[in-house]
């Protein structure tokens, strides 16, 4: 079903600092999942759902997402771009898109997969009286999220941003989706950092204004992929469908007939596998990579360009743009970054 709401912003203007050092090399937004950029995931989920103006909050790094992402034809989308010299936080990065704003819209954190009824949420927040509708998630250990608590009929009652735990037991967080009236704008101020979580969202509370929360009929696929435990978890989860459009493929490439290729596996394009190789399951090789004969690759994620040594055996393993893994070696659970980064 098509949302009644068209436009979004997308706040993907952070350091990224828990994933460093994948980070230094590439902003978050650009983290390859199954050969595509995270943010990809979201811009899929709006234009599937008919949001199809979506206003990319863009600082750390930026030139290099702009040249990958383009203007977004390529999802059948528009992607316009609004950029912080500094990054001005995850309110202030809302205001400072407001010039672009004309009526509700979505805003997300950049860095979920999350596979949500946007076009429900959408007609949730418009058939309410909420100036923001909090899209709210269960989840077992809340500690690294924003609780929200609501009263019976929905409405927010408190703000608790990562609280080790709630003592009357709740367990809805914020899952970084929200539905915005645009008089929101107006109680953010121009041009400072302002934070979503700890400022603008208990500042909306004390005023007095209706928010609510919205829990999905169904709960799809989520996660945050703030951490490299969760960009491992993500991984692993998309290659075994999490989300049904997305499905692993192996590209045209060069892959020895010896080598053994244990399903999920997406391989992209010119590649090169060795002789004896097994590669899989849960792996994904960028284009240009190099696997040397006999080497072992399982549970790991290789970007572009990257080597492995004859022999060597890789599990659990993140080889960022360019790594070299000498033959022989055995790496388990480890971030390779090239010697040069
Ligand atoms: N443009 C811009 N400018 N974007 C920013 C800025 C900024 O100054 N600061 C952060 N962001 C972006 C990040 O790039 C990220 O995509 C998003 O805002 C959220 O920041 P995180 O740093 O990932 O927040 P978090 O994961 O610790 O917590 C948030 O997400 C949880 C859900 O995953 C909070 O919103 C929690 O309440 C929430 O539960
Ligand atoms: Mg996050």
């Given at each position: ?19 460093r050092p ?6 978050k ?29 863009i ?7 702009k ?25 202030g ?22 596979d ?12 309410s ?10 989840v077992?250990?809340?500690?690294a999220?924003?609780?929200?608590q609501?009263d019976?009929a ?18 809805t967080v ?20 302002y934070?979503?979580e ?10 007095g204004?209706?928010l609510?929360?919205?829990v999905?009929?169904?709960e ?8 490299i435990?969760?960009?491992?978890a993500?991984?692993t989860?998309l ?5 049904d459009w ?21 391989i ?7 002789a004896?190789?097994?590669i ?11 696997i040397?004969?006999?080497a072992v690759?399982e ?25 070299e ?6 790496h388990?659970d ?8």
């Amino acid at each position: 079903m098509k949302s009644p709401i068209t436009k979004a912003i997308l706040l993907i203007g952070g350091l990224g600092t828990r994933l460093r050092p994948l980070t230094y090399q590439r902003p978050k937004a650009l983290l390859p999942l199954l050969n595509r950029p995270l943010i990809s995931y979201e811009i899929e989920l709006f234009a599937r759902h008919g949001v199809t103006d979506l206003i990319m909050a863009i600082s750390y790094q930026a030139d290099e997402v702009k040249a990958a992402l383009g203007d977004g034809s390529r999802w059948g989308v528009r992607l316009h771009y609004v950029e912080e010299q500094e990054p001005l936080g995850t309110a202030g990065a809302i205001k400072h898109a407001a010039p672009l704003i004309d009526g509700p819209f979505f805003a997300c954190n950049g860095d979920l997969i999350y596979d949500v009824d946007l076009a429900a949420m959408a007609q949730a927040h418009l058939d309410s009286s909420a100036q923001v509708t909090f899209c709210l998630r269960r989840v077992d250990d809340i500690s690294a999220y924003g609780l929200i608590q609501c009263d019976d009929a929905g409405r927010v009652v408190a703000f608790r941003e990562k609280v080790g735990h709630d003592e009357t037991g709740r367990n809805t967080v914020n899952s970084g989706f929200y539905a915005i009236n645009p008089q929101v704008l107006d109680a953010i101020p121009q041009n400072i950092s302002y934070s979503n979580e700890t400022q603008l969202f208990p500042d909306l509370l004390a005023q007095g204004k209706p928010l609510y929360g919205f829990v999905p009929a169904q709960e799809g696929y989520w996660c945050d992929v703030g951490r490299i435990e969760t960009y491992m978890a993500a991984h692993t989860s998309l290659l075994r469908s999490a989300l049904d459009w997305v499905k692993p493929a192996i590209g045209r490439g060069s892959i020895d007939r010896s080598a053994q290729v244990l399903q999920p596996v997406d391989i992209a394009g010119d590649v090169t596998v060795g002789a004896g190789c097994r590669i899989g399951p849960d792996v994904a090789i960028g284009a240009g990579c190099c696997i040397g004969d006999g080497a072992v690759v399982e549970r790991s994620i290789l970007w572009s360009e990257c080597t492995v040594g004859a022999d060597a055996y890789l599990s659990g393993v993140i080889l960022a743009c360019g790594a070299e893994v000498a033959p022989h070696s055995r790496h388990t659970d480890e971030v390779i970054v090239p010697q040069d980064a």
